[in-house]
């Protein structure tokens, strides 16, 4: 099919690469935004052709791909325009057609990649006139029916938006009914369209929608990160939750042979990428048009996540080919190299200037197992970095490395972890230096990314008055199936606590079911109740799997943040909490560390009390009983008696004292016993599951 406006486009094209090439490092062109492509037809022009009754005919360019350079030229695919869509799509009226051909029959329907095919209208005489940009196909059908926005819409990007940015509200499904049916080859009948926002919306539409149901035709790919992973998957998770489908099929960069061409002209391949490099994150589709006055590309013909003034990487995409399927064929596509920055995403499309590339923060990533490491190096946009829409996406980025080392797509293992992150106020550079143990029964890889998560959820956005820029992300990972796992089994504080210091000792036991006793200091002021409240829990949260970050203070510096996420427990630590029962508003607390294993579990009990009688003076030889009880106890308990006589300096044990259970809830006890002078008595009860130990003494005389 040879097509008089492709030919002139073929040429332009060359001079264009020339200027690319030469403008890469270049900041974009800054004159108006004034230069609409020629040679185009409106959707009032189309909608006069169609009122004629004569047929409508076009075709689109889209690259159907393979393995050498010549494979990545566009290749025309017939079309015949059966209607005008109303106020069909986010933008405003969209274009319906039919697709026909070997070509289209071959792959099955209009295929994910092909957002952004530019549409020609044959005007007669051998004149085709850009109409618009393919941008909806139906699916779950084998019809070869799909949508077109209208090319006045998208040049409204570059006129409107490229100078004055707005972000534009997204819709959600609409379904319009065509003023009369339309009869299609493939289709059948045609009465009503109906246009989702997303993949999965249009497959829960088509249960119970009367006509075709369209959905964009460009979704979310992601490279170098196993999509099996629990990692993969919570990725998957927070897109939907904004809308955005992440396609079931990736291709990763393409290794060998010559590059894939720069993205100059209608028909193009391109990528809008969020991250690039080993990990990438982001869109592949197709170019309606570049303007060659501004280097302005435009694309898609749909919003892509529709977030209005953007930063992605504008990129370069080779096509392998087209997988067919009745059901939603797709191009499979790799990105390549950087060629621009794609600043607008708005209803009608995204928009962006081929040059200078966008800021980037690099991610870099390590993993080791047994002797196994593994590296990765990628990029993400300075602006998603610093977007809290996009929260998550560095971890996501860093972590796929360790499913590398793992050679898995899930490790029930532990990893020991070093993050380092570059932040700068603009004046003054800081680093955020994070280092942790993990453990996880499921899969560690996809949690020992906390660090990450923690660190950006307290910078992004950062504190009132705070600036706070991110310049480097990086992490090393040293992974194993061992469990690193320490549950806080008991706490005890021999004889309660005391005015003073008090060496507590936490009991914990391992994974490698081996126990730990970690003393920790606690400080009771004079002055402070003895009674009240001890628990003992992981120092990052209770069974957190990552680290609590900071609460965000209002007029801190950027120095103080990030002191504040350094010196942040880590899942290693444990902190002992002690509420003394007066004074209730007070609160204190000291952490241990046992070092080398997360912390999970907890244990809370009450500071023990002993309610005790004993006389004052006694007779000289003449027995006496010290009797009384353990206030609250567990059940029959055992303390012990010490006594230390006057003229001598330390205690002596006098023996155990039973302690048995009344029904109550306390446990009773008496004890004779005699003396010759003066002597203070000590018992001593060092506590039970539910409680701390306690202490009494007392001085008794001899008459």
Same mark, same amino acid.
């Given at each position: ?148 926005t ?69 979704v ?42 720069m ?61 067919s ?10 990105p ?7 600043t ?8 962006g ?19 196994v ?35 898995a ?17 603009g ?7 994070? #280092?942790?143990?993990? %453990?996880?029964?499921? *899969? $560690?890889c996809?949690? !020992? +990314? @906390? =660090? ?33 796992n ?5 706490v ?84 002992? #909490?002690?509420?003394? %029962?007066?004074?209730? *508003? $007070?609160?204190?607390? !000291? +952490? @241990? =560390? ?36 353990v ?13 230390r ?23 009773a ?35």
């Open positions: 099919m040879d097509h008089p406006i492709r030919a002139s486009r073929l040429m332009w094209r060359a001079a264009v690469l020339t200027v690319v090439v030469a403008v890469v490092l270049l900041a974009a062109a800054t004159t108006a935004f004034a230069a609409p492509p020629s040679d185009t037809i409106s959707i009032d022009q189309i909608q006069a052709m169609l009122e004629t009754g004569t047929p409508v005919t076009g075709y689109f360019d889209t690259v159907l791909g393979g393995p050498t350079l010549a494979s990545q030229t566009p290749t025309p695919i017939p079309v015949t325009v059966k209607a005008i869509v109303p106020d069909g799509g986010p933008a405003g009226d969209l274009i319906l057609f039919e697709a026909s051909g070997a070509d289209i029959a071959t792959i099955g329907g209009i295929a994910h990649g092909m957002s952004g095919s530019p549409l020609y209208i044959d005007v007669g005489g051998g004149t085709y006139e850009l109409a618009g940009a393919v941008s909806y196909g139906d699916i779950f059908t084998t019809h070869y029916l799909g949508l077109a209208a090319i006045d819409d998208m040049i409204a990007i570059e006129t409107t938006y490229m100078t004055a940015p707005e972000i534009t509200a997204a819709r959600g499904a609409r379904t319009v009914e065509l003023e009369a049916p339309v009869k299609t080859a493939t289709a059948g009948k045609v009465r009503s369209i109906t246009v989702a926002p997303s993949r999965k919306a249009a497959s829960r539409l088509s249960r119970s929608a009367t006509g075709p149901v369209m959905a964009p035709l460009t979310v790919q992601v490279n170098g990160l196993d999509r099996r992973s629990a990692l993969f998957k919570k990725l998957v998770a927070s897109f939907a939750a904004r809308g955005i489908d992440i396609a079931p099929f990736s291709a990763g960069a393409r290794k060998g042979g010559p590059a894939a061409p993205p100059t002209s209608g028909g193009d391949s391109l990528g809008a990428l969020y991250a690039t490099g080993d990990v990438s994150i982001g869109s592949l589709g197709t170019v309606t048009y570049v303007d060659p006055d501004n280097h302005v590309l435009l694309a898609y013909g749909h919003p892509f996540d529709w977030f209005g003034p953007h930063s992605l990487f504008l990129t370069s995409a080779w096509v392998q080919g087209v997988w399927t009745t059901m939603d064929p797709y191009k499979v596509m790799s390549g190299a950087v060629a621009g920055e794609i607008q995403d708005r209803a009608a499309g995204i928009a200037t081929l040059g200078a590339p966008p800021a980037a923060v690099p991610i870099t990533s390590e993993a080791t197992m047994g002797s490491t593994r590296s990765q190096s990628s990029a993400a946009t300075s602006f998603v970095v610093h977007s809290p829409y996009f929260s998550g996406l560095p971890s996501y980025v860093a972590g796929a490395v360790m499913y590398k080392a793992a050679d797509n899930m490790l029930p293992g532990s990893a020991v972890t070093s993050v380092t992150i570059d932040v700068t106020d004046s003054d550079d800081y680093v955020i230096q994070r #280092d942790n143990v993990w %453990s996880d029964s499921f *899969d $560690v996809s949690t !020992a +990314v @906390g =660090d990450i998560n923690a660190a950006f959820a307290t910078l992004v956005p950062p504190p009132a008055g705070v600036t706070a820029t991110v310049t480097s992300v990086a992490i090393s990972a040293d992974l194993s199936r061992k469990q690193k320490a549950t806080i089994t008991d005890s504080c021999p004889g309660g606590l005391q005015t003073g210091s008090n060496t507590l000792t936490v009991t914990l036991t391992a994974a490698d079911d081996s126990t730990l006793k970690v003393p920790v200091t606690l400080e009771l002021p004079p002055g402070c109740a003895r009674q009240g409240f001890l628990t003992v829990s992981p120092a990052g949260g209770a069974v957190s799997h990552k680290f609590a970050a900071p609460a965000k203070a209002t007029g801190t510096t950027l120095a103080d943040v990030v002191d504040a996420i350094n010196s942040a427990p880590t899942n290693s630590q444990f902190r002992v #909490d002690f509420m003394p %029962s007066s004074g209730a *508003d $007070v609160t204190l607390s !000291a +952490v @241990g =560390d046992t070092h080398k294993w997360m912390v999970e579990g907890n244990v809370m009990k009450d500071t023990g009390r002993l309610a005790v009688r004993a006389p004052a003076t006694v007779v000289k030889g003449k027995a006496f009983s010290i009797n009384g009880r206030v609250s106890a567990d059940g029959d308990t055992t303390l012990t008696l010490y006594k006589m006057a003229g001598t300096s330390t205690y002596q044990v006098v023996g155990p004292v039973q302690a048995t259970a009344t029904g109550d809830g306390s446990a006890f008496s004890k004779k016993v005699t003396i010759k002078k003066d002597t203070t008595f000590k018992l001593v009860w060092e506590g039970d599951g539910s409680h701390l130990g306690a202490t009494w003494t007392k001085l008794v005389r001899v008459k």
